[in-house]
């Protein structure tokens, strides 16, 4: 079986290719812009029919892209994440008719979503920022081509190698930089999020890329419990063993006053805001369903979070995360300095890069988001392996 990976190089995209290369009698072809890759590509500037050439030599039986963009301008974003994929499926229907495309879609393509619900792959899409409209555009590409395509829309990934550009990795470069009884100053934190260990992904992935027959259009990736952003900051503070004080801002203008808590033993908060009375939605980190840490159930008058940091690789070079929404919460202050393209945001989330040419600004005003992951475990028999609190520690102890 030869199966070509697109963005191998990139965060997902490494995780699949190696879980791919452990299938028995599996060729997997490695797909990117260096000049260096088996499959040189880039889905930003190359014509179908030159691509089509490349497959036609390639002769893949299935391909597998992860490539992406989750920062940058309007212009790189439509780029890689629309144009990406429909000159990909015009190429696969001259040259691989018969191929499988398994497509790396996003929950952010979603938009805001509901307290205390999980959307199901039939739900209205009602993407708000150019990341999950892309993303979007790439999904109707893919779906409408008349292939054998399937496009898996992932939520949050969090694990062994996660990037900078994301809350975790970016919170764990933060914890590996600061004095353990130091201060972290952090954004608001109080939205949800979907989280998903890499490596579910990259199961999900291979089992979507093997699968006899055909598959739905589309099949939500997640970990199927909406998360506190404040608690996985919690839990990695908890990893590293940090003592100090983390200061989180307020969500804007006329919003709360900040608030900080205290690290306690184990990292978890000490006693509530700055007046030491708990707060409302400042649950402690708890098991959720199948292991997640985190609940559903509504915030406390969560505000918009903007993604910070710089933006990821952009073309076949993968993604650092397709439906990371927001999640870096604004780093601000002395325990962080922002890129050449960052800046504190005018809107006080802090969130560094947002609104800036090139930042990413993925879905700023999503403050909930939990997928259904019921049509994943029917049609591929798949359903999450890792608990947040195992993706957590193999992220801080860089593992895989």
Known sequence: MRILVLGSTGYLGG???ARLRTLPGARVLGGGRSPAA??????????????????AAAAPDTVVNCAGATGGDAVTLAEVNARGPAVL????????????????????EYGPGAPGTRVTESAPTRPAAPYGATKLAGTVAVTGAGLDAVVLRVGNPVGPGAPASGLPGRITRLLRTTDRDGVLRLGDL?????????RDVARATVLAATAPGPLPPILNIGGGQAVL?????????AKAGFRGRIEENPPGPGGPAGTTWVAGPTGAPGPGGTDGAPRPGDAAPGAGAHGWAGHIGPADSPGPMDQAGPAASSGSAGLAGPADS?????LAGPAYSPGPAGHIGPTGVGGVGAGAGGGSVRSADVSWQCSDISAAEEALGWWPEHSLDDALTALWEGRR
Request: net charge neutral.
């Open 15 to 17: 995780h699949v290719a």
């Open 229 to 237: 952003v404040r608690d996985l900051v919690h839990l990695l503070a």
């Open 89 to 108: 499926c015009a190429a696969l229907r001259e040259a691989a008719p018969g191929a499988r495309l398994v497509h790396l879609g996003s929950a952010a």
């Open 38 to 55: 088996e499959f040189p590509v880039d889905l930003a500037t190359v014509r179908p029919g030159q691509l089509a050439k490349a497959l």
């Open 326 to 330: 927001g999640l870096s919460a604004g």
């Open 190 to 198: 109080s939205a949800y999020r979907d989280f998903v260990d890499v």
